[in-house]
């Protein structure tokens, strides 16, 4: 006998997958999405500084970024020029 269970979403009742015999949510996309992004919302909130990582923190990395930076905007030039070169290797 197939054992049927109730969507935790959308509250119809669907048959789970037999290689996943817990499953909690029906497979219709709108389950699948919310249930997903439900998911998300709770390791988001449970990781906090996850992508903080991108944060300039250390002066090292400040000056670094500041350095880069300049450098580009001093260097324009080159880069036209490069992707002019670029764009003839492409296309011929």
């Given amino acids: 006998m197939i054992e049927k269970k109730i969507c935790k979403i959308c ?10 015999p817990r499953q909690r949510v029906c497979s219709s996309k709108e389950c699948q999405n919310a249930r997903q992004m439900k998911n998300q ?6 990781n906090p500084n996850y992508f903080k990582y991108k944060d300039k923190k250390t002066p090292w990395e400040l000056r670094r970024y500041n ?7 001093d260097h324009r030039g080159y880069f036209k020029s490069y ?3 670029i764009k003839k290797q492409k296309f011929a």
Wanted: aromatic share 20%; no cysteine.
């Fill in 11 to 20: 509250s119809k009742e669907f048959v789970p997958d037999k290689y996943h």
């Fill in 67 to 73: 350095y880069l930076k300049k450098w580009r905007q």
């Fill in 83 to 85: 992707r002019k070169k």
């Fill in 41 to 46: 919302r709770v390791w988001r909130s449970n």
